[in-house]
Structure formats: structure tokens, C-alpha cells
């Protein structure tokens, strides 16, 4: 079994693609095609600032990150139409909303039942996310409930459907590392942003 990125289902005709489910944030819909960006140490830095001051102004954000006002809201633009800025949250806790079993549930579907099995999978609240993956299953999805009876449910549910041939799942115990992007993203040598001249360090 392959995990890619977050959590997502798999294709048997097209290994890798995926498939368009995610409950993540307001912008919930994966991004099949968009333009790549090259992003430089600004954008890294207000990558990293967003998080932390997400109820603060175009204004506040730019004093953090130390460039223009302007500059900060015509890069946050810019990120928004590449694509890399995807929501604005909120960053849902599910243990402290209630929701705190989840599972990893590999999929085998029919061939040719991608479609399908999105549709399903779209219609099911428990399955936060959804991919199409290499390996020997078809599908990898991400679920979440309230008691392991309510997990029970779901997967019995899922065994129903008709594009699914059979499941395998694993109840998650604890989380080693959490979902993340800023690491990699800041790991990378970058061109340092211009800061206006209020902001430069003597």
C-alpha cells in the first residue's frame, strides 16, 4: 500500500490519479490541474504566518512578515490563483468535535469504476478524504466516527458498494505526525523576498 500526500483514492485504469473528494476546508475540491508556481521566501514566510494570525488583517500580516501592505495582498492573490492557497480554514479538531476513531481503508473496485466509486464515496459523511493510488488495492480513503461501533457502520457500508470488491482497513492508535506542508516547503533554498524600506534590517 502507497500513501499519497494526505489520504485519496486509486484508479485501477489510471494508477495516481486523483480523485476529486476532499472535506479538508472551505475549498474542498482537489485541484486536478493548475499551474505550478515557484515560490520564493516570501511567499514561504506568509505561508507560515497565515496559520498563526488567520483572524488578522491584510495589514497586521504584512507587519509580521515585514514587507508592504500592498505587496503581502498582491502575493496572498497570487497564491490564491496558483492554486497553493486552497481555504482559509477553519482547521477542524475531529477528536474534539467528537469524532476522535479514525481508520485507513484500502479499496479494491471494479475496473473502470472510478467514477463510480467517487460518487459513493462522495455521498458518505465518514470518509474525510479519498485517493487514487498505486499498490495492490484501487482506492485509499481516510475516515473518521464517533465510537468504533459507529467505524463498524461505515465500513460495512462500504463493503456494499457495488463498484467495491473488498476492503482492508487499519484503526489509527495515535498520530506520529500530523498533516503538514510547511516543512518541505521551507527546506528548499529560496530567493529572499525585497522588503520595503521600513522593514529592512540594518
Given at each position: 500500500?502507497h500513501?499519497?500526500?494526505p489520504?485519496?483514492?486509486?484508479d485501477?485504469?489510471?494508477?495516481?490519479?486523483?480523485?476529486?473528494l476532499?472535506r479538508?476546508?472551505?475549498?474542498?475540491?482537489?485541484?486536478?490541474?493548475?499551474?505550478?508556481?515557484?515560490l520564493?521566501a516570501?511567499?514561504v514566510d506568509?505561508?507560515?504566518?497565515?496559520p498563526e494570525h488567520?483572524?488578522?488583517?491584510?495589514?497586521?500580516l504584512?507587519r509580521?512578515?515585514?514587507?508592504a501592505?500592498?505587496?503581502?495582498?498582491?502575493?496572498l492573490?497570487r497564491?490564491?490563483?496558483?492554486?497553493?492557497?486552497a481555504?482559509?480554514?477553519?482547521d477542524?479538531?475531529l477528536?474534539?468535535a467528537?469524532h476522535?476513531?479514525?481508520?485507513?481503508?484500502?479499496?479494491?473496485?471494479?475496473q473502470?469504476?472510478l467514477?463510480?466509486v467517487?460518487?459513493?464515496?462522495?455521498a458518505?459523511?465518514a470518509v474525510?478524504e479519498?485517493?487514487?493510488?498505486?499498490?495492490?488495492?484501487?482506492?485509499?480513503?481516510?475516515?473518521?466516527a464517533?465510537?468504533h461501533?459507529?467505524?463498524?457502520q461505515?465500513l460495512l457500508?462500504?463493503?456494499?458498494?457495488?463498484?467495491?470488491?473488498?476492503t482492508?482497513?487499519?484503526v489509527?492508535?495515535s498520530?506520529?505526525?500530523?498533516p503538514?506542508?510547511?516543512?518541505?516547503l521551507?527546506s528548499a533554498?529560496?530567493?529572499?523576498?525585497?522588503?520595503a524600506?521600513?522593514?529592512?534590517?540594518s
Amino acid at each position: 500500500m502507497h500513501l499519497i500526500g494526505p489520504v485519496s483514492a486509486t484508479d485501477v485504469d489510471s494508477a495516481g490519479a486523483a480523485v476529486q473528494l476532499r472535506r479538508s476546508g472551505p475549498a474542498s475540491a482537489v485541484h486536478s490541474a493548475h499551474m505550478s508556481l515557484e515560490l520564493d521566501a516570501l511567499d514561504v514566510d506568509l505561508l507560515a504566518a497565515l496559520p498563526e494570525h488567520t483572524r488578522v488583517g491584510v495589514l497586521e500580516l504584512s507587519r509580521t512578515v515585514q514587507v508592504a501592505r500592498g505587496t503581502v495582498q498582491a502575493r496572498l492573490d497570487r497564491l490564491e490563483r496558483a492554486g497553493v492557497i486552497a481555504g482559509y480554514g477553519p482547521d477542524v479538531d475531529l477528536r474534539a468535535a467528537g469524532h476522535d476513531v479514525q481508520a485507513f481503508v484500502t479499496l479494491e473496485i471494479a475496473q473502470g469504476a472510478l467514477e463510480d466509486v467517487t460518487a459513493e464515496l462522495t455521498a458518505e459523511p465518514a470518509v474525510l478524504e479519498a485517493y487514487a493510488t498505486t499498490g495492490s488495492a484501487d482506492v485509499l480513503c481516510r475516515l473518521a466516527a464517533s465510537s468504533h461501533e459507529e467505524l463498524q457502520q461505515t465500513l460495512l457500508r462500504l463493503n456494499r458498494f457495488p463498484t467495491v470488491g473488498r476492503t482492508t482497513s487499519v484503526v489509527v492508535l495515535s498520530v506520529v505526525v500530523p498533516p503538514r506542508t510547511l516543512p518541505l516547503l521551507q527546506s528548499a533554498p529560496r530567493e529572499a523576498p525585497h522588503r520595503a524600506p521600513a522593514y529592512r534590517r540594518s
